[in-house]
C-alpha cells in the first residue's frame, strides 16, 4: 500500500452543527451540505491542504455504508494534529477552537518532546491536537 490518505472522514451526530463549528467557528472553507439528492449522502468537504480533504458525515450513513452498527464514539481512538508556526498561533487556533464550542481537553502546554501543544475535542467528541513543533514547521 501507497501513503495516498486524501481523505479523513469524521463521523457525526448533527451535520449542520458540525458544518457550522467548522465553517463559522473555526474558519474552513466549505461549499456546505452537498449530496442531499442521495438516500445518506448528505455530507460536507472541507479542503485541508492540496490533495487532503476532511468530510463530515453522519454516523448513520457512515455505519450504513460500512455495513456496521454504529457504536459509541471513543476520542482516544485517534487524534487529528494541526502544527501551527509558533507558540502564539497554538494558543490563537486553541481560543478560536473555544469561541466556536469547542471543548478544551488539555490546555496549550509546553511538551516533553521539545514544543508547545493542547488538545480541543469538536462537537462530536472528535480530539484535535493543536502543536507547535520546531523540528516539524510547516510550510
Given at each position: ?46 479542503d ?14 457512515l ?23 509558533s ?15 469547542a ?37
Amino acid at each position: 500500500m501507497k501513503p495516498r490518505i486524501t481523505l479523513i472522514t469524521l463521523g457525526v451526530d448533527n451535520l449542520e452543527a458540525s458544518l457550522t463549528f467548522y465553517r463559522d467557528g473555526l474558519g474552513l472553507a466549505t461549499p456546505g451540505i452537498v449530496g442531499t439528492e442521495f438516500e445518506n449522502g448528505a455530507v460536507v468537504f472541507i479542503d485541508l491542504q492540496p490533495g487532503l480533504r476532511l468530510a463530515l458525515w453522519p454516523r448513520q450513513s457512515l455505519a450504513k455504508d460500512a455495513g456496521l452498527a454504529v457504536s459509541p464514539p471513543s476520542p482516544t481512538d485517534f487524534t487529528l494534529a494541526h502544527n501551527v508556526s509558533s507558540r502564539d498561533e497554538v494558543d490563537a487556533v486553541m481560543d478560536q477552537a473555544k469561541r466556536a464550542g469547542a471543548t478544551i481537553v488539555k490546555l496549550a502546554q509546553d511538551t516533553f518532546w521539545g514544543g508547545y501543544a493542547g488538545y480541543f475535542q469538536d462537537p462530536d467528541r472528535h480530539l484535535w491536537e493543536v502543536a507547535w513543533n520546531p523540528q516539524l514547521l510547516p510550510e
